[in-house]
């Protein structure tokens, strides 16, 4: 049995990115969908709190505020 998503649709988390300069900047993100994993790492799509766009995030990029 595979481990679950540690986040959840609906939850608010800063978001940071892996690589200086990645757009967008970091900022609060919103859970929008759970993802399957790419290699072993799982994916989330998830929405900006100030700008409403979304975009795909590996779960290391996500963390509680």
């Known amino acids: 049995m595979r481990p679950p998503h ?3 649709v609906g939850q608010t988390l ?3 990115p892996h690589r ?5 900047a970091d ?4 859970v ?4 399957p994993r790419e290699g ?3 994916l989330y799509r998830v929405r ?3 700008t409403g766009q979304e975009r795909m995030v590996y779960e ?3 963390k509680e505020p």
């Open 40 to 42: 072993k790492e799982f």
């Open 20 to 24: 200086l300069g990645e757009m967008p």
């Open 48 to 50: 900006s709190v100030k």
């Open 32 to 35: 929008v969908r759970l993802m």
């Open 14 to 16: 800063d978001f940071t």
């Open 27 to 30: 900022g609060r993100y919103e």
């Open 6 to 8: 540690k986040f959840n």
């Open 60 to 62: 290391t990029q996500l």
